[in-house]
């Protein structure tokens, strides 16, 4: 545990480099606006929520596990399973949170003023999926932090599912279409890029729908899984209409502000 966060930053960063190299080299659409605008918004955010989520919350989910673990808290850290199953569980577990969390930031009207940040980016990148606000940054780590305690999710599993997370998230923003022989068989398991383009589709009940970041099987049981959208995935109009100013929505002040503005 003690290279955590070298394994975190490592992950991250040659995710999203991978990602990247293959956006530039065969891109699945082009972006209405430079990307060096939105690159600047989105990771801009992600240094301010993290600057942000450290002020508010001084203490990282692994230290919390840690503490869980040697104080006995949490449902895991009182009853006897084998570690493997314990961590297979509470990666289960919290990947099915993290789709309710991702349902109710939509579904709840003040919740959906922050997560509209994260809709608002008129194009889809691997840096779209670092484009949230910081108060829902700070929102996503209480549950976490709450399901963890409740849980006794051991820290290795927390590492674990935060590492894929990000990694999944930066795979199925990534603005790139799989071969059909590899994106066919992988929509099975997983959110594909195709997929989750279709969560950020301007239409409503095709943005309601697709809500997992990594396995498609939450959106299966809950009936919110869209195979299709109702225009081929080149042509699909991705954004917001209410906030229909593609250049302004890129900019670091519209993305800290989006929540407090109705419209455009
Ligand atoms: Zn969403």
């Given at each position: ?160 599912f935060e590492i894929t997370l990000n990694a999944l998230a930066l795979f ?93």
């Open positions: 545990m003690t290279n955590e966060v070298w394994w975190r930053l490592g992950c991250f960063f040659s995710i999203l480099i991978i990602m990247m190299l293959l956006e530039w080299q065969k891109p699945a659409r082009q972006s209405p606006v430079p990307n060096s605008a939105r690159w600047f918004t989105n990771f801009g955010l992600i240094i301010v929520s993290s600057v942000f989520a450290r002020l508010t919350i001084p203490i990282g989910l692994t230290a919390v596990a840690l503490y869980n673990q040697q104080h006995g808290i949490g449902l895991f850290n009182l009853i006897t399973i084998p570690l493997t199953g314990t961590i297979v569980l509470s990666l289960l577990l919290l990947d099915f949170i993290i789709y309710w969390q991702h349902r109710l930031f939509h579904n709840i009207p003040i919740l959906w003023r922050l997560h509209r940040v994260h809709h608002a980016d008129a194009h889809v990148d691997a840096s779209t999926g670092l484009r949230f606000h910081p108060i829902e940054i700070v929102i996503s780590i209480l549950i976490k932090l709450i399901a963890i305690s409740l849980l006794g999710v051991p820290a290795i599993a927390v590492l674990i199925n923003h990534a603005n790139i279409r799989l071969p059909s022989v590899i994106e066919k068989p992988l929509r099975l398991i997983l959110i594909t890029q195709i997929l989750h383009r279709i969560h950020h589709s301007q239409k409503v009940c095709e943005t309601n729908s697709n809500y997992g970041f990594s396995v498609i099987w939450w959106d299966k049981i809950f009936g919110s899984y869209k195979n299709e959208a109702s225009k081929p995935d080149k042509r699909l109009d991705i954004g917001l209409i209410e906030y229909p100013n593609a250049k302004q929505n890129a900019s670091l002040w519209s993305g800290l502000t989006i929540p407090f503005r109705e419209k455009e």
